[in-house]
Structures are given as structure tokens and as C-alpha cells.
Nanobody
Framework: QVQLVESGGGQVQAGGSLRLSCAASKSIRSINAMGWFRQGPGEQREFVASINSRNVTIYANSVKGRFTISRDNTKNTVDLQMNSLYPEDTAVYYC??????????????WGQGTQVTVSS
């Protein structure tokens, strides 16, 4: 089992940047895949980005070139650097993890979420 705690959400104007961080309760070296999903108002939860234990990254088309996911094995964190934010990036962002599978197709663990609001 692993607990995930997100931080770094907030409010920013369009074009601005935010950095989200997800802290894991155990060494992330033992976690195969970690990443981020988001859920906007009235929308379904959607995939944003993932990174596996070999540092292979995957991004949703909507964030490619603007968001960067990274992992720090010494701090047991996975960060999401979000640049050039649009109002449509407004959502609750959730950290997710799979301990034994090197993808986030069906995450086994979720954080509580952190709100990101982008104003126009």
C-alpha cells in the first residue's frame, strides 16, 4: 500500500505556471508507475501524464509541450510542472500510482486531489 499526498495547487492567470507535487508514503523506487489525472467541473476524470520506473513518460495530447512530469527518488515525489496554463486546465488534479504495473491504465492508488484554477 501507499498513501499519496498532493500539494501545489492554487489559482493562476492564463499563461501562468504552477508546479504540483505528489509525495508518496514509501520509496517510489518500488512503485512502477505514477502520474496525474484531473477532473474539471462537470467532467469525467481524465489522464494527464505518467512516468514509470524507467522514467518513460506519457502525456495527454491536450498538455503535451506545456506540462512536464518528473520523479525524484530521493524525495519520493512526482512533480508536474504546468506552463502556459489555459482556463480549460481548471480542474482538481489527482496523483495516482500503480505498484506492480508499469502503466496508469487503471491506477490502484489515488491521492485526495488539489484544486487548480486558471482565470482568463
Amino acid at each position: 500500500q501507499v498513501q499519496l499526498v498532493e500539494s501545489g495547487g492554487g489559482q493562476v492567470q492564463a499563461g501562468g505556471s504552477l508546479r504540483l507535487s505528489c509525495a508518496a508514503s514509501k520509496s517510489i523506487r518500488s512503485i512502477n508507475a505514477m502520474g496525474w489525472f484531473r477532473q474539471g467541473p462537470g467532467e469525467q476524470r481524465e489522464f494527464v501524464a505518467s512516468i514509470n520506473s524507467r522514467n518513460v513518460t506519457i502525456y495527454a495530447n491536450s498538455v503535451k509541450g506545456r506540462f512536464t512530469i518528473s520523479r525524484d527518488n530521493t524525495k519520493n515525489t512526482v512533480d508536474l510542472q504546468m506552463n502556459s496554463l489555459y482556463p480549460e486546465d481548471t480542474a482538481v488534479y489527482y496523483c495516482a500510482a500503480n505498484l506492480y504495473v508499469a502503466s496508469l491504465i487503471s491506477p490502484g492508488h489515488w491521492g485526495q486531489g488539489t484544486q487548480v484554477t486558471v482565470s482568463s
